[in-house]
């Protein structure tokens, strides 16, 4: 145990004492939040100065569909050009704006009177750029509610009472809208988070691995050292160096929250309560640690760097597959596919805690799930260690899968 | 009570037997060369007495007591291929290894700057490895080693890529070493370096012990037959009947006698022939001669076609 504690301190003390664990614990969020500040404004900015033309003889029509076209917010309000079909020089007129630099015109769109009254009339959309299916749709729709519109006037609604019908409608899911959005929130932050700091430090114990392996350094550590206690203690210390930088990261993120919500005047919930919380903080190092071990036996199985970036591909897998399935289970938290990826190992920590804030686990199943969780992190550092120990030893020679077998048997 | 004793030891690697039936002992106060050409198994037989692995049949013993990790305590170990944290202080780095073997913090930054001082080496203690030269970190390796004040000091091939001074410190601080009654065992292959050194060799070969006994006790077993001399002038005397072998280096002669009487009527027979001669010198055979002696008989240095770096 003293040289798990000792093999721990000097691999926490050397990173944290790194430039680089300052630079980063600074940089990586300053990142995130430009990205997704970034991210918001451009949303927010998405549709204004939209600009679309209406070549049409129906004046009535056009202006239902720049009615249509304006959100309910009433911001940015697209701008709606009306010419008429008579006009014969207007679709080089239009087109040339299209073909125009610097031109403002997103498309215009024709609208040809149906032969016999009472049919549809035709629609032709003739955009400027063809990838823009954005616009697309918003026009698709203002056409299917101009239609609409006019269907009921003329069938004898009054404009008031057409206007509220088809006004757009608030879901409020009852008594707790605020915190379904929240719980969303924290299972995604859960699943980046996790990501991101498994990317980094799980791969980090790997890589130490194979540090002290190209310098030969091992060869005195294991004169006192025992291979599952040098690998203990560098999981645990590297580990120990990612949640540092994560708790340092969560109370910034916390504090910067409780100013903002303070001057904002708003209320931002990042996690619902303190069972959650501790849930939370639970999964997540479990999660880790089964990382971490994984990535330890990746080490121990490989000899350079170039070595592990094709087996990195194993500890990523999982956590892909968890990106595939993490909508599915938000959306249908006691389904099937959830029911049983909380019980999966691998994917158990980001899934059952997902399912604990949005569905209803019952409490036995996610003790099971710990229970399944806690086994699997002793079972990996065990067969890593033996991978380690024979491995190590036998420094040069890249293993195949026989005999990385054959050494689990090994004394 | 030996030091180390390892009993009819075996390792075999897949189909490679790395050590096969080793027996060896060590005593205390003593200087032990196990000497072998490259890939013969020191390395291997190192790392069993150690506990690095498990030999697959027989016994090792270290103080007298079955092996068990906390007897580690007791040994220090120089590796063969060196290597320390590179991005690490020298100070931290050694209290670090020394905290492994058993030390408290202030014992080991104590006895740290104590051997840095000792080594010569004071000026790097604040430095990190990667900015030392590859003496130093030799140096620095080597004092982890000894530390912990180990019983048991075992060194695998120490003077590799050292320069004569530091070389000569370090063999120096060795045989002080010795002197305060601790055992150590030199592995290398430069059976040379060790000659003057070790009170005790085992050579193997293969994986197989070949030779093994006390210092005097192995050369006594083998004559004195060998002649070295300068001399100026004609070289037709050593065209002498008692002579089985030589080699002459334009002045400067290795002779193998056919017996070691052969040696005086050799004497007057280059005198005769009016060569002027400077030094002659009748000496017992090198270890390296021994060695190649030994094994020249067996089937595995036919196989390896008569030729061993040595």
Request: glycine share 8%; proline share 5%; hydrophobic share 45%.
């Amino acid at each position: 145990m003293h040289n798990i504690w000792l093999v721990a301190r000097r691999e926490y003390l050397e990173r944290v004492r790194a430039k680089s664990f300052l630079i980063m614990t600074i940089l990586i969020p300053l990142l995130m939040g430009g990205a997704i500040g970034g991210v918001a404004f451009m949303s927010r900015n998405m549709g204004s100065g939209q600009h679309i033309a209406v070549v049409t003889d129906n004046p009535q029509f056009a202006s239902d569909i720049q009615t249509e076209m304006s959100d309910s917010k009433g911001t940015n309000k697209p701008t709606v050009d009306i010419y008429p079909l008579s006009n014969p020089t207007i679709f080089t007129t239009l087109n040339d704006q299209l073909a125009a630099k610097h031109a403002t015109l997103d498309g215009y769109l024709i609208v040809t009177p149906a032969v016999t009254t009472g049919q549809r009339p035709t629609f032709q959309w003739v955009p400027k750029v063809e990838s823009d299916v954005i616009t697309r749709a918003r026009v698709a729709d203002a056409i299917r509610g101009a239609l609409t519109r006019e269907k009921l006037i003329t069938s004898g609604m009054s404009t008031a009472q057409v206007d509220s019908l088809l006004a757009p409608i608030e879901l409020n899911s009852k008594g707790k809208s605020d915190h379904a959005g929240a719980a969303v929130a924290s299972a995604y932050g859960m699943f980046f988070l996790m990501y991101f700091v498994i990317l980094f430090y799980g791969m980090n114990v790997a890589r130490s691995i194979i540090e002290e392996k190209t310098s030969r350094i091992f060869e005195v550590l294991l004169a006192t050292v025992k291979p599952t206690e040098m690998l203990a203690g560098k999981v645990i210390g590297v580990g120990a160096v990612g949640l540092s930088q994560v708790a340092i990261w969560i109370t910034l993120a916390l504090v910067a929250v409780k100013y903002m919500s303070a001057s904002a005047g708003f209320d931002m919930h990042i996690l619902p309560n303190a069972g959650q919380s501790a849930l939370f903080i639970l999964f997540f190092i479990l999660g880790y640690l089964l990382y971490s071990s994984i990535a330890a036996a990746l080490g121990a199985m490989t000899n350079s760097e170039q070595e592990l970036q094709q087996m990195q591909i194993f500890l990523m897998l999982p956590l892909i597959f968890c990106s595939m399935i993490i909508f599915q289970v938000i959306t249908n938290p006691d389904g099937t596919v959830a029911k049983w990826a909380s019980f999966v190992p691998f994917t158990a920590p980001l899934i059952m805690y997902t399912r604990v804030i949005v569905g209803h686990p019952d409490a036995l199943a996610v003790v099971a799930s710990i229970v399944i969780l806690i086994l699997t992190i002793s079972v990996v550092l065990w067969l890593a260690s033996r991978i380690y120990r024979v491995g190590i030893l036998m420094y040069g020679k890249k293993p195949n899968l026989p005999e990385i077998l054959r050494w689990l048997k090994y004394s | 009570m030996p030091i180390v004793e390892l009993q009819n030891i075996r390792k075999v690697y897949d189909t490679k037997v790395a050590v096969e039936g080793l027996t060896l002992t060590i005593e205390p106060g003593t200087m032990f060369g196990l000497l072998g050409p490259n890939g013969s198994g020191k390395t291997s037989s190192i790392r069993m007495m150690i506990g690095m692995t498990v030999p697959d049949s027989g016994s090792v013993q270290l103080f007298g007591k079955p092996f068990a990790r906390n007897l580690l305590h007791r040994v220090g170990y120089l590796p063969e291929e060196r290597g320390l944290y590179k991005k690490m202080k020298v100070l931290d780095q050694l209290i670090f290894l020394g905290q492994l073997h058993g030390l408290d913090e202030t014992t080991a930054r104590k006895r740290s700057l104590d051997w840095c001082e000792r080594m010569e080496i004071t000026e790097a203690i604040d430095k990190k490895t990667e900015e030392l030269s590859k003496g130093m970190q030799q140096k620095i390796q080597f004092i982890a080693a000894l530390l912990h004040e180990p019983d048991l000091i075992i060194m695998d091939e120490p003077f590799s890529g050292l320069d004569p001074v530091n070389a000569e410190l370090l063999m120096k601080t060795l045989i002080d070493l010795r002197k305060e009654g601790k055992a150590i065992l030199f592995s290398t292959h430069r059976m040379d370096q060790v000659e003057k050194l070790c009170d005790a060799i085992a050579i193997i070969f293969q994986g197989k012990l070949v030779l093994s006994g006390g210092m005097r006790e192995v050369k006594s077993r083998y004559p004195r037959n060998r002649v070295q001399m300068q001399f100026t002038g004609g070289d037709a005397f050593l065209q002498h009947p008692g002579i089985a072998e030589a080699r002459n280096f334009s002045g400067m002669a290795e002779i193998k006698l056919t017996s070691p009487e052969a040696a005086q009527p050799l004497l007057a027979a280059a005198m005769a022939s009016g060569a002027q001669i400077s030094r002659f010198e009748v000496m017992e055979p090198t270890l390296e001669e021994i060695f190649i002696e030994t094994v020249k008989g067996t089937p595995e240095f036919i196989a390896a076609g008569g030729k061993i770096h040595a």
